[in-house]
């Protein structure tokens, strides 16, 4: 069972757990997000808001903590192959973070969309 392709399947579940839990647990970034996500869950329930704006909430959330979560491996990845300060580094570090700025961005342009309408009738 442990080496059959269901047995690899749900040890590497474990381990994608394992490193949730680890952002979670261990990065301040993801911590603000995690907090910010349940702070619009409330505002989700408050505003009693269509399940298609349950769908793009849950689609931004997703895709900012997905990739800040990918950013802190890069980040991880890029100290441990070179802990010494290199402009290539430092190059590397602005993508990665650029890329969560771009998700960013979109999930607080979705927050208007949804919330606005409902704050400002
Ligand atoms: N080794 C390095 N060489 C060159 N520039 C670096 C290096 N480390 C960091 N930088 C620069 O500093 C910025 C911040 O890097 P850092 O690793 O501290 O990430 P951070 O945004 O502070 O994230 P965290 O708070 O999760 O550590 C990078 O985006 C990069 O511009």
């Not at 802990?83 to 990665?96: C, E, L, M, N, Y």
Request: hydrophobic share 55%.
């Amino acid at each position: 069972m442990r080496d059959s392709f269901l047995g690899k399947r749900i040890r590497g579940g474990g381990y994608a757990m394992k490193g949730a839990w680890l952002l979670l647990r261990h990065e301040p970034s993801v911590q603000v997000q995690f907090v910010i996500a349940v702070g619009v869950t409330i505002a989700g329930f408050y505003f009693d808001i269509s399940k298609t704006e349950w769908m793009f909430q849950f689609t931004a959330i997703g895709l900012v903590m997905g990739c800040e979560g990918l950013n802190t491996a890069v980040e991880a990845m890029a100290d441990f192959v070179h802990p010494d300060f290199h402009s290539k580094i430092g190059h590397i570090k602005d993508v990665a973070a650029g890329a969560v700025f771009f998700t960013a961005v979109i999930a607080v342009i979705i927050a208007g969309f949804i919330y606005l309408p409902y704050i400002f009738p």
